[in-house]
């Protein structure tokens, strides 16, 4: 597979919903601590999110950390843009910021 069909991939993901996690595992089955935390911070925001299982796919769990310039899982994206991971999406819900974020962008459920 070429490069360019695993952007096209990443950019499909992307353009699934409002909100995107890049993580280990999924949100029933999450397979690290931080991905988990994250996912808990989502669903307690009662967001609506897009989940990608990065295990399945390690074409593009490598091209991912040159795409985002982010070297960890989880990723999130909202509205295609890379929010963080889960030290800063927690951050951001412990805040408040993360529910505020979320409703503006249309994103919670």
């Known amino acids: 597979m070429s490069n360019s069909n695993v952007g096209e991939r990443i950019q499909a993901h992307l353009g699934a919903a409002p909100v995107v996690i ?9 397979q690290c601590g931080f991905s988990a935390q994250t996912v808990a911070a989502l669903n307690a925001c009662k967001a609506n999110f897009h989940a990608v299982n990065i295990f399945e ?11 985002s310039n982010w070297p960890t899982y989880p990723q999130v994206y909202l509205k295609g843009e890379l929010l963080g991971g889960c030290d800063i999406a927690l951050q951001m819900y412990n ?5 505020t974020t979320l409703a503006e962008a249309g994103a919670l459920a």
Do not use: I
């Not at 280990?24 to 999450?30: R, Y």
């Not at 796919?57 to 795409?67: G, S």
């Open 57 to 67: 796919d390690p074409e593009l769990r490598e091209a991912l950390k040159q795409f």
């Open 22 to 30: 890049f993580m280990k595992g999924t949100p029933d089955f999450p």
């Open 95 to 99: 805040s408040g910021e993360l529910q």
